[in-house]
């Protein structure tokens, strides 16, 4: 579809969008435009619920948060722009501003957002994941094997730690040297000064560890789990920002 010039859209009141709260009518009001998504319900990519809840809303919160503090992809919105049908009314009752869920908003006001202005809501809208202080974990059978934190500036990591790091019983975070494992520990260690300051897409490297970390007393790189790393700092990426710097 071509950019419609806004003020061509019939005007939608927050009453005749709440007639469209239902899978076999479903509109919804995202910044202030109103989309009939009632087509694309069925191939929204979680449970039907997740996105049937907003129906005949003002949803520019879930928009904004799939999960707190991350937006949908530009795909997404190019998606949905499709759907298009008009623009709310304005009234005092439904600021349509950005609405950004409280743990992500600063809480002293709100203020203006524009990604000219403001790195985060940036790189929010570009899907980069943002700045801020991370955690996550790999487990296995229920049991957390590695759990790691780290912070983000930039798409960089910096002061990667194990909270735990843990193998078949033994708690290698315990061990002294001397201990057997103990190198192990040390790879660990060394994989997290080596990405220190790197970009976080260099954490895929570790599928090949002697790339990162030395061969320590004998043992190999392959003695490292480096896939279980990986997936411990994906993990936390998933989870999205645990605190803010
Ligand atoms: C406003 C309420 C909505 C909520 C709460 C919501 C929630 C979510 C969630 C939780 C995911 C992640 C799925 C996953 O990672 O497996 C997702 C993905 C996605 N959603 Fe929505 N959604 C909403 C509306 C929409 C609408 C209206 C569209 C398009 C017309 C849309 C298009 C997509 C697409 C294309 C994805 C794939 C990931 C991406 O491109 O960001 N969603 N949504």
Known sequence: ????????????????????DSAESCWKAIHGRVYDITRYV??????????????????SEGWDNKRPGVPHSPRA????ERYLIGRLE????????????????????AQEREPSVDERLARA????????HYRGV??????IQINVTFDLRDGRIHALEYRHLAYRGVDYLALEEGDEGYAVLLQHR?????LEGEP???????????RVVDDIDGFSGATLRGGKVISAIRDALNRGVYSWP
């Open 1 to 20: 579809g071509e950019e419609r010039d806004a003020d061509e859209l019939p005007l939608i009141t927050l009453d005749e969008l709440a007639e469209h």
């Open 42 to 59: 069925p191939d929204h990519p979680t449970d039907e619920a997740v996105i049937r809840e907003w129906c005949g809303k003002e949803a």
């Open 77 to 80: 919105q190019d998606r949905l």
């Open 90 to 109: 304005r009234s005092d009752a439904a600021p349509w501003e950005a609405v950004v869920v409280e743990s992500v908003a600063d809480s002293t006001e």
């Open 125 to 132: 809208l570009l899907g980069l994941p943002l700045d801020g």
């Open 138 to 143: 790999f487990t296995d059978r229920g049991s």
């Open 190 to 194: 060394q994989i997290a000064e080596r």
């Open 200 to 210: 976080v897409t260099r954490i895929f490297a570790l599928y090949e560890p002697e």
